[in-house]
């Protein structure tokens, strides 16, 4: 024992005697450090244990929605580093801060490892669950149990699913699981995603998703509230070329905010929350009065005399459209009266420079994008904004062109799996017609996912049906991945309403606020190390697919959410007499090599990977992309790539109602008018009942409508920007250190604080000073933090990332666990608000806030 103790001080003198000669030379350069390296290579270890031993695996991350392709480096069984995947051709082996995150994230001895029953009865946030380990038989027994007692008393609609993020392989457990048991009540996290951006490019150009932008070939970048280097998707990619694109393209910001892109830009404009459409409106007037539209895409007068004169309308048989439908419609409607002046009087932005950027812009047509986000669109009347700002891309001629912006590439994937219908017994049958708790396609929830009414979700009405017990009360519930009386606005209704359920199963890998109120807990594996998935991604004009995959050794009693959990469930299921999900699992979700179903719950996940993925590894995958021939080679790689996307491919043929770019939107006219008809009701009457301003054509054009304030302006004189953190992984990473050392890069926090900033002319007014404790109140709660003072905010507004305020999920995310939060949450204090044509949360625009020193 004294021999080790005496070679270890040895080597820690040898240590310390070569860093105090390290530290005396200042390291000025590689030949003065070599001896220093010299002195002490006998203490470190030999080359053949530190290289050479491990290999790098596939993987995916999904700390944001970019997915990003990943390469774990492990060695005997341990993730040690992470770095982009070298195999990818959206974005190689760049990355973010938050792939490095995962690594603390997987290690964290604050996970869940083994199976927990709650053994106080009491529901409450002040009331401790006082967990106790069980068995994963035990759990899936209780958690069987409860489903079929809902089947045998005729309510299996009152059984809910409830999915946050989730890889492709998620159908089985979120949608024919459910439908299976008796249920409708499949619900996801989209509505608090992103789903109002989705709303421009759907009803103008048919792509219900997100675009990529060529970047590497653009001449001018609009942005409104978007941060493609920090926290937007396909972050690793523009990461990497957005310094490039400074060289070659004018990139202006539109933001409340400094935020790490408009730092990088060109211009910044601080505009005010929910008034982004305004300047957007603006522009297309300009670009309409002196010509700069792009003629080639839009079409131009018979004549080839402009027509456009501000607040004059004009003869629409006088123009001739190409590619887009309605152009002098929408002029005459509702453009031709937002002059730069107008928008001046509104935003106080100079007319000068409206007009400056719609020539600059019309000289760089059609190498011209316009990015929304969620900042820009999340609000009440957020649809509108996304009309507004993406009719740019269709007015400058962007749309599917070199340097613009285009949908994903087309790919194969088995992403919708064999029906279940013939598996539902007349029990699920009748469940299954029941309307959802969330709403969704009532009148005052369109919710118009792809033109469907109440094709959407409301997720986060979820709770409001709960509790009002409309349509009917929720007695069982099993939720994975997912926080959301955390990641809602307003979580405080999710509290009260799972206090008040029967029963609650949680899949995670962390005990967090949402897990407060479960029965059981189910521990989950981390999604880039541990378990199953697949994924996919766009930029670069490349569409990929990416594993996810075991990399390690499994350290704690965990399960694959979407795979092990529903694989063993169907088979308690089946042991206590309902068998129709083991049936399906057996019969129908067969490998697509052995043609035979899994042989254990491990086995499963691997499966149905195989299932989604084979046609990219089997013949034919090289009409789409790389010509892979086996799983092992797709595993190996972790990524699959697409041929680079055919520019201008959708011109003539977009799946809209006309099959062209719609300034005046006829694939929302009619959905809006089929909503109305569901209700026997005219579409100004569904306008009224969702709160917009709207009425008569007016509705199917990009308009403005003004901002939704909630609060007393006198009482909360401030608003609100919830900002995106470059370090937040939806949320998850709060129980890592480094997530805390490293806050302050985000522009203007603090490291190791919860900040709120704030120009420094409101904070002389408040008396305030950099460091200070403040309590953040708006009319529906309060938090505390720490202000900083900063310049990068607009006056007049508060910017506080997402993130922080947790009061469970570990030691380091709350100050004490269970009890006391470290910062604030920003739902807390955000009202349950909604842009109602797309169902999604509002979380921007409208929340006055007031701000006093603590």
Not at 407 to 427: C, E, G, M, R, T
Not at 506 to 524: C, G, K, Q, R, Y
Not at 696 to 707: A, M, S, T
Not at 820 to 835: F, L, P, Q, T, V
Request: charge should be neutral; aromatic fraction near 10%; hydrophobic fraction near 35%.
């Amino acid at each position: 024992m004294s021999n080790k103790v005496d070679t270890g001080r040895r080597a820690l003198l040898k240590t310390s005697v070569a860093g105090a000669a390290l530290s005396g030379i200042g390291c000025s350069s590689s030949s003065s450090i070599e001896p220093v390296m010299k002195g002490i290579e006998h203490e470190l270890p030999a080359a053949d244990t530190v290289t050479g031993t491990g290999q790098w695996v596939g993987t995916t991350c999904q700390g944001c929605t970019s997915w990003c392709a990943k390469q774990v480096y492990v060695m005997d069984g341990r993730a040690v580093k992470i770095r982009g995947n070298v195999n990818s051709k959206v974005h190689g082996e760049a990355s973010c801060p938050r792939q490095h995150l995962s690594l603390q994230q997987v290690y964290d001895p604050d996970r869940v490892k083994t199976p927990l029953m709650r053994t106080n009865p009491r529901k409450g946030k002040e009331h401790d669950p006082m967990f106790k380990p069980i068995s994963w038989d035990k759990a899936l027994d209780l958690l069987a149990d409860k489903i079929l007692a809902l089947r045998a008393a005729d309510e299996s609609h009152k059984y809910a699913l409830l999915r946050g993020r989730y890889s492709h392989i998620n159908e089985l457990m979120y949608k024919h699981l459910t439908q299976m048991i008796g249920s409708p009540n499949n619900i996801s996290h989209s509505s608090i995603c992103a789903e109002a951006h989705k709303m421009g490019p759907y009803y103008q150009d048919g792509n219900w998703g997100y675009n990529q932008y060529d970047v590497e070939n653009t001449k001018f970048i609009l942005s409104f509230g978007a941060d493609p280097i920090a926290s937007n998707r396909q972050v690793s990619y523009y990461s990497k070329i957005w310094g490039a694109a400074l060289d070659s393209a004018k990139v202006v910001v539109v933001d409340p905010r400094l935020s790490v892109s408009a730092s990088k830009a060109h211009k910044w404009i601080p505009i005010e929350p929910a008034q982004d459409s305004v300047l957007a409106l603006a522009i297309a007037h300009v670009a309409l009065v002196e010509g700069l539209w792009h003629k080639p895409f839009v079409g131009d007068f018979a004549n080839k005399q402009n027509q456009f004169i501000a607040g004059q309308d004009v003869d629409a048989a006088a123009f001739n459209e190409l590619h887009t439908h309605g152009v002098v419609d929408w002029w005459n409607i509702s453009l031709k009266d937002y002059t730069p002046e107008w928008a001046e009087s509104v935003t106080n932005i100079p007319a000068d420079t409206i007009i400056n950027i719609a020539r600059d812009m019309g000289k760089a047509a059609p190498a011209v994008q316009v990015w929304t986000s969620r900042g820009a669109v999340m609000h009440t009347r957020g649809t509108y904004t996304s009309l507004a700002c993406h009719a740019l891309n269709g007015l400058f001629g962007g749309i599917d062109n070199k340097g613009g912006l285009f949908p994903a590439n087309k790919i194969k994937l088995n992403k919708s799996f064999p029906d279940s219908k013939p598996y539902l017994d007349a029990v699920a049958k009748k469940g299954v017609k029941h309307p959802k708790i969330d709403q969704r396609g009532t009148l005052a929830f369109p919710a118009l996912k792809k033109g469907k009414p109440g094709g959407g979700v409301v997720t986060s009405n979820t709770p409001n049906g709960m509790l009002s017990a409309d349509p009917y009360d929720i007695k069982v519930m099993l939720a994975y991945f997912n926080n959301f009386n955390f990641s809602s606005p307003e979580g405080q209704r999710w509290n009260e309403a799972l206090s008040q359920l029967d029963f609650m199963a949680h899949v995670t890998t962390n005990i967090s606020e949402f897990s407060w109120f479960a029965d059981i807990i189910l521990p989950a594996n981390h999604h880039m190390f541990e378990k199953w998935g697949v994924l996919d991604s766009i930029g670069n004009g490349v569409h990929q697919v990416s594993v996810q995959q075991p990399s390690i050794d499994r350290l704690w009693n965990t399960k694959d959410d979407e795979s092990e959990i529903p694989y063993l469930l169907a088979k308690k299921l089946a042991d206590k007499g309902f068998d129709m999900p083991w049936r399906y699992i057996n019969e129908q979700l067969l490998d697509p090599e052995t043609k035979q179903p899994a042989k254990t719950e491990k086995d499963f996940g691997e499966l149905l990977v195989k299932y989604v993925t084979s046609p990219l590894w089997t013949d034919g995958a090289a009409k789409y992309g790389d010509n892979m021939t086996s799983w092992k080679e797709f595993t190996d790689k972790g990524v699959w790539n697409s041929h680079p996307y055919e520019l201008k491919s959708r011109w003539g043929k977009f799946k809209t109602e006309t099959h062209k770019f719609e300034f005046y939107s006829k694939t929302l006219e009619k959905a809006l008018n089929k909503h109305a008809k569901n209700h026997h009701v005219s579409v100004d009457d569904v306008m009224k009942a969702c709160d917009y301003h709207a009425r008569g054509k007016e509705v199917f054009v990009p308009h403005y409508e003004d901002p939704y304030r909630f609060g007393d302006e006198k009482q909360y004189p401030l608003l609100l920007v919830d900002q995106k953190s470059r370090l937040s992984k939806e949320g998850r990473s709060a129980n890592t250190p480094w997530f805390h050392e490293f806050k302050d890069v985000d522009p203007g926090d603090i490291a190791n604080e919860d900040t709120a900033k704030i120009n420094p002319i409101d904070g002389e007014k408040l008396g305030l000073k950099t460091g200070d404790a403040i309590v953040v109140t708006s009319p529906v709660g309060e938090l505390t933090c720490t202000v900083a003072l900063w310049e990068g905010v607009r006056p007049g507004t508060v910017a506080k990332c997402f993130g922080q305020g947790h009061w469970a999920y570990g030691r380091h995310a709350s100050k004490t666990f269970g009890k006391e939060a470290r910062g604030g949450s920003n739902n807390d204090i955000i009202a349950d608000r909604y842009d109602r044509l797309s169902g999604a949360s509002a979380f921007y625009g409208h929340i006055r806030i007031n701000v006093k020193k603590a």
